[in-house]
């Protein structure tokens, strides 16, 4: 678990998740730091973002006004990963299996203009990543933040659909 949300408030941050925050490696290097996290291959990255936390406190009316009316069609700012070639580099140096979050789309939106492209291209396409999106972090992460522990057995068994291009994650984690 790699919890942003939760560090990034006690550095006096005001996370705004609709206003497309990227969190870039430094950030993640920092995280692991102050959780006292270690990465092994293998492994997959849970980010908490706190999106998820913001949709599910808020009415059906403030989110639609916030994400149909302020947010017309093609200019979502959604808080999410940096779109950046070391983010991509250290994940693959350090053999991360697939990684997961509770934001709207894995990668911050919108991209820079001039840039590396979408995360998705990158970790689909060239890593074999699998990426998951709208995973609700918040029981693990307040548990993990209990027991100072953000380390924890991960399942994920995907629906069986021959040619399909997605699933639900139907993950659970055990700590």
Same mark, same amino acid.
């Given at each position: 678990?790699?919890?942003?949300?939760?560090? @990034?408030? #006690?550095?006096? %941050?005001?996370?705004?998740?609709?206003?497309?925050? @990227? $969190?870039?490696?430094?950030?993640?290097?920092?995280?692991?730091?102050?959780?006292?996290?270690?990465?092994?291959?293998?492994?997959?990255?849970?980010?908490?973002?706190?999106?998820?936390?913001?949709?599910?406190?808020?009415?059906?009316? %403030?989110?639609?006004?916030?994400?149909?009316?302020?947010?017309?069609?093609?200019?979502?700012?959604? $808080?999410?990963?940096?779109?950046?070639?070391?983010?991509?580099?250290?994940?693959?140096?350090?053999?991360?299996?697939?990684?997961?979050?509770?934001?709207?789309?894995?990668?911050?939106?919108?991209?820079?203009?001039?840039?590396?492209?979408?995360?998705? %291209?990158?970790?689909?396409?060239?890593?074999?990543?699998? $990426?998951?999106?709208?995973?609700?972090?918040?029981?693990?992460? %307040?548990?993990?933040?209990?027991?100072?522990?953000?380390?924890?057995?991960? #399942?994920?068994?995907?629906?069986?659909?021959?040619?399909?291009?997605? #699933?639900?994650?139907? @993950?659970?984690?055990?700590?």
């Amino acid at each position: 678990m790699i919890d942003f949300h939760s560090w @990034a408030e #006690s550095r006096g %941050e005001k996370v705004d998740v609709n206003a497309g925050r @990227a $969190i870039t490696l430094d950030d993640i290097q920092m995280i692991l730091d102050a959780q006292g996290t270690q990465i092994r291959p293998g492994d997959i990255l849970l980010f908490r973002t706190g999106w998820l936390r913001w949709y599910n406190n808020t009415s059906p009316t %403030e989110r639609h006004h916030k994400l149909c009316i302020e947010h017309s069609a093609g200019t979502h700012h959604f $808080i999410g990963l940096a779109q950046e070639r070391r983010f991509v580099e250290w994940l693959w140096n350090n053999q991360i299996a697939a990684v997961a979050g509770d934001q709207v789309a894995f990668e911050a939106t919108p991209p820079p203009e001039h840039g590396f492209g979408w995360l998705h %291209e990158h970790l689909l396409g060239a890593l074999g990543c699998p $990426i998951g999106e709208l995973w609700d972090t918040e029981g693990i992460a %307040e548990h993990c933040k209990a027991k100072r522990k953000y380390e924890f057995f991960l #399942s994920s068994v995907p629906l069986c659909m021959p040619g399909a291009v997605a #699933s639900p994650a139907n @993950a659970v984690a055990l700590v």
